[in-house]
């Protein structure tokens, strides 16, 4: 029991506290052309949060086997990265192998989200967050469904900001990158940081 509470907590921190997009602005890019069409969004954030969860899972047995971390730091990321593309194309054999009417729908799901993984797993799938595998396996979990969070949210305001109320020369990106800064300041503040004096 112990262990499932540890797991939806690491996995809730990843979704709104640590939210990749609104907290560190990793992967806006996607987010943003994904956002443009509601029906990508369910095939991205599933394949996004599958590779993620797969590659947290294999990223603790390679920690769990290398005990130096004092250069850690300089190497791993790039680990992290052949752990996510060894995800990536056993995910697309296996699919191409065994169910090629979902692979032909699903692939491109698979490209997108393997290479914005490549950037999470870099950066965020690192020893530091936690000794257990449900802590791996929580945040990799979060940051999937953290990126459909994100992605919804954007999706929700898109039609509204690109209206005929929008001033023209805010209209697009500008207005999408306010809207996505004010979001960020938002999940920002649930971290509960305040400003020195």
Request: charged content about 10%.
């Amino acid at each position: 029991m112990e262990v499932i509470a540890k797991f939806i907590s690491i996995a809730l921190v990843a979704v709104f506290a640590e939210n990749s997009i609104f907290a560190r602005g990793l992967g806006s890019s996607t987010m943003l052309s994904t956002a443009k069409n509601k029906r990508e969004i369910a095939g991205f954030g599933i394949s996004i949060t599958f590779i993620s969860t797969v590659s947290s899972a294999l990223s603790f047995f390679v920690d769990k086997l290398y005990n130096d971390k004092t250069l850690s730091y300089i190497y791993m990321p790039l680990i992290y990265v052949l752990i996510i593309g060894f995800v990536y194309i056993s995910t697309l054999l296996c699919l191409w192998k065994w169910m090629p009417n979902l692979f032909v729908k699903i692939k491109r799901y698979v490209h997108i989200s393997a290479f914005n993984c490549a950037v999470l797993g870099a950066l965020f799938i690192n020893s530091e967050n936690g000794s257990s595998f449900s802590s791996y396996i929580g945040h990799g979990f979060g940051t999937g469904i953290g990126f459909i969070l994100a992605t919804y949210l954007v999706s929700i305001g898109y039609k509204k900001l690109n209206s005929e109320q929008i001033p023209e020369s805010f209209r697009g990106l500008p207005i999408m990158l306010i809207y996505i800064g004010i979001l960020s300041l938002a999940f920002y503040g649930m971290l509960g940081y305040q400003v020195a004096l």
